[in-house]
């Protein structure tokens, strides 16, 4: 480490001792307060020095699905069954959730309205999220037929899906549960308490296909009840 | 001009407050709060609390406007879209003023909750957000 240190030019050497660790005390030597003066740190780049609205360019899709198939790697450890590991899955969704909600909201400051309505929020999480996080809207929006609490969200073919495939014993597992995630905080974040599940429904055309069910809680049904 | 700015959470819980005082004519950034307002205004901005609640279904604007007064006093709200309210007490009515300086503060409060090591409803204890909350005060109000 000293080696290294030496090579230095002069000038950092200064700061060298503060940024050692203490144990290491017979570095300090001739640490006066006006060689101090002329060093100058660089600025720290906060978080807070970031610009929300500069979009990255598209993210890559194999970077993507390496990260995600981590993801499920580790939340397949410690679980129990099938459902457990789709419970974890969607809690992390869920902190995705939470952000991308206020970020996309922030993002549209100008047409900024918060929705208050079940539908007008479905249509958001379908168009405005969806294009957001996933690059395209999702391919349908449904209501159940005999449940008035539950709405379906349809997509042909979800990103996270695209290079899982699930073994025969596990064929349970839908890994878009994490997707599941997502819709459920931004659901929650609006103050519209809801279940969101994932579910394969695989038809010929779209092997992948499929359906988020999104069942609301009693108080918001009740709530739009009386809004009505 | 003296001001009292508080951020509550989705679960009515603290998450940051500040006061401050205007820069305009003269004045030099501190509040001047009476000894007994101070106390006060925590006090005045939760209670009103409860109307925001009520206001919540019946508009979908984020900014809801001066929702309370108590004596000379006014409080302006603004909702975000994940129910986080931003209160500020303030002595004079300036609307535009006042939502600009709300839209910015959304900006700073969603590059907090970007950190992954920020979650919601936590307090912010970040001192470049204190910075930057102050600097916003100073441009606007």
């Known amino acids: 480490m000293l080696q290294n240190r030496s090579s230095y030019p002069s000038q950092q050497s200064a700061v060298a001792p503060s940024l050692a660790s203490s144990s290491e005390k017979s570095i300090p030597t001739s640490l006066t307060p006006s060689s101090l003066r002329t060093v100058t740190t660089p600025r720290k780049v906060t978080i807070y020095d970031r610009n929300l609205n500069r979009r990255a360019p598209e993210l890559s899709l194999a970077a993507f699905a390496f990260l995600f198939n981590e993801v499920v790697q580790y939340s397949q450890k410690n ?35 918060r929705e208050t309505r079940v539908l007008g929020l479905l249509q ?4 405005g999220i ?11 929006l449904e ?11 349809i997509d042909n073919d979800p990103i996270v899906n695209k290079y899982i495939s699930v073994p025969r014993e596990m064929s349970q597992l839908n890994c878009a549960a994490f997707q599941a995630g997502i819709v459920e905080a931004v659901m929650d974040g609006c103050q519209f308490p809801a279940r969101v599940t994932a ?15 999104v069942k609301l809680d009693p108080v918001v049904v009740e709530r739009e009840r009386y809004m009505r | 001009m003296s001001f009292y700015l508080a951020i509550v959470g989705t679960k009515d819980n603290a998450v940051y407050d500040l006061e401050f005082g205007t820069y305009r004519q003269g004045g030099d950034g501190r509040p001047k709060f009476s000894a ?5 205004c925590p006090f005045i901005v939760h209670s009103s609390l409860d109307i925001v609640e009520e206001m919540q279904w019946n508009t979908n604007v984020m900014h809801l406007k001066v929702i309370d007064k108590f004596y000379n006093y006014l409080i302006s709200s603004y909702m975000t879209a994940g129910n986080i ?4 007490l303030h002595e004079t009515r300036a609307d535009d003023v006042i939502r600009q300086f709300f839209v910015d503060l959304y900006d700073l409060y ?5 950190s992954p090591f920020y979650s919601v409803d936590q307090p912010i204890t970040s001192a470049v957000f204190d910075q930057r909350v102050k600097m916003l005060a100073k441009k606007y109000l």
């Open chain 1, 79 to 113: 679980v129990k069954g099938i459902q457990e590991m789709e419970i974890k899955l969607s809690e992390y969704g869920y902190h995705v959730g939470q952000r991308v909600l206020e970020l996309t909201v922030v993002r549209e400051i100008k047409s900024a309205k």
């Open chain 2, 85 to 88: 309210k931003f209160l500020l």
């Open chain 1, 143 to 153: 209501k159940s037929k005999d449940q008035e609490d539950e709405y379906m969200i």
């Open chain 1, 130 to 140: 969806w294009k957001s996080v996933f690059g395209k809207p999702a391919d349908a």
């Open chain 1, 199 to 213: 579910h394969s429904v695989p038809t010929d055309l779209f092997p992948l296909k499929t359906v988020f069910l």
């Open chain 2, 110 to 114: 969603v590059k907090t909750l970007m």
């Open chain 2, 36 to 40: 007994d307002m101070k106390q006060l």
């Open chain 1, 124 to 127: 958001f999480i379908n168009t």
